[in-house]
């Protein structure tokens, strides 16, 4: 993938590509099968393009391939040192 890309673009490119390997399913078969053109996965799985999914992609996909989106995201947020400006929030209950 991109050099471009953050690290959780890259976590879930990856693991839509693992779970799609383990179910034997090629890059345009599902690429077909949520209805784009035939080099749509393999664009974004590319590592010299800067192609990535979003949300609707990634449900396309998890009905597809009979999963759930939350099987492409990481059980924790994936911390960058470019976050490191972000603030937590406390919640007073």
């Known amino acids: 993938m991109h050099?471009?890309?953050d690290e959780i673009e890259r976590f879930i490119i990856n693991k839509v590509k693992d779970i799609r390997k383990s179910k034997g399913?090629?890059?345009t078969t599902l690429s077909l099968a949520i209805?784009?053109?035939t080099t749509f996965i393999s664009d974004i799985e590319a590592p010299s393009k800067k192609a990535k999914y979003n949300?609707?992609?990634l449900n396309l996909?998890?009905?597809a391939l009979d999963c759930s989106?939350?099987?492409f995201l990481p059980q924790k947020p994936i911390l960058e040192?470019?976050?490191e400006?972000?603030?937590k929030i406390e919640v007073d209950k």
């Open 61 to 63: 996909i998890a009905i």
């Open 3 to 5: 050099d471009s890309l």
């Open 35 to 37: 209805g784009k053109s």
């Open 25 to 27: 399913v090629s890059q």
């Open 55 to 57: 949300t609707i992609h």
């Open 81 to 83: 040192k470019k976050y």
């Open 85 to 87: 400006f972000i603030k």
């Open 69 to 71: 989106p939350k099987d």
